[in-house]
T-cell receptor, first 114, second 114 residues
Framework: KQEVTQIPAALSVPEGENLVLNCSFTDSAIYNLQWFRQDPGKGLTSLLLIQSSQREQTSGRLNASLDKSSGRSTLYIAASQPGDSATYLCAVLYYGGATNKLIFGTGTLLAVQP | DAGVIQSPRHEVTEMGQEVTLRCKPISGHDYLFWYRQTMMRGLELLIYFNNNVPIDDSGMPEDRFSAKMPNASFSTLKIQPSEPRDSAVYFC????????????FGSGTQLSVL
């Protein structure tokens, strides 16, 4: 079964800390992996998309890595700020022939304390 | 572009009533997805369309759910009859292509079935 798991489920850090969120997936036959941010009562915003042939993507203070062989991705947030507080979800697009499947993890709820 | 637009933002209805959720994707996007989000099950893909044609509806919970996309700029998700267990946030998302492009989400419809 194709699954996506995120650990930890919740994380609280003081402002300024660097932090890592983890995502693991069960099948290496993936097309790509995306990291999303969800604020309370809002939709999801795509942060970074990594193609299966890539190892990492960077945007500002965010860096996402992908290791297909071990079925893992990490989202690194540098110098965290209170505005980074949100739920972060990873989603894996699995190959499915005519019907590729985008499977979401359950998310990590991040709280950055001022 | 205004992004993916969903309506209504909130819907409260009584069990047995018909509910229709609406979505306008980003202009030019050829993929449209309907997701449901609950605390218990996270984000679940219900159905997705490519060029207005339903590709995979295996996530539609049962025959009470139906989705249409009569043209490239409009889609509906209908529940008839609605039940309390349908209470959730329903998201519409769109993308240009499926593999290499980011997924853009609407703000969601919060559905409460009493």
């Amino acid at each position: 079964k194709q699954e996506v798991t995120q650990i930890p489920a919740a994380l609280s850090v003081p402002e300024g800390e660097n932090l890592v969120l983890n995502c693991s997936f069960t099948d290496s036959a993936i097309y790509n992996l995306q990291w999303f941010r969800q604020d309370p009562g809002k939709g999801l915003t795509s942060l970074l998309l990594i193609q299966s042939s890539q190892r990492e993507q960077t945007s500002g203070r965010l860096n996402a890595s992908l290791d297909k062989s071990s079925g893992r991705s990490t989202l690194y947030i540098a110098a965290s700020q209170p505005g980074d507080s949100a739920t972060y979800l990873c989603a894996v697009l699995y190959y499915g022939g005519a019907t590729n499947k985008l499977i979401f993890g359950t998310g990590t709820l991040l709280a950055v304390q001022p | 572009d205004a992004g993916v637009i969903q309506s209504p933002r909130h819907e409260v209805t009584e069990m047995g009533q018909e509910v229709t959720l609406r979505c306008k994707p980003i202009s030019g996007h050829d993929y449209l997805f309907w997701y449901r989000q609950t605390m218990m099950r996270g984000l679940e893909l219900l159905i997705y369309f490519n060029n207005n044609v339903p590709i995979d509806d295996s996530g539609m919970p049962e025959d009470r759910f139906s989705a249409k996309m009569p043209n490239a700029s409009f889609s509906t998700l209908k529940i008839q009859p609605s039940e309390p267990r349908d209470s959730a946030v329903y998201f519409c998302a769109s993308s240009l292509g499926q593999g290499s492009q980011k997924l853009f989400f609407g703000s969601g419809t919060q559905l409460s079935v009493l």
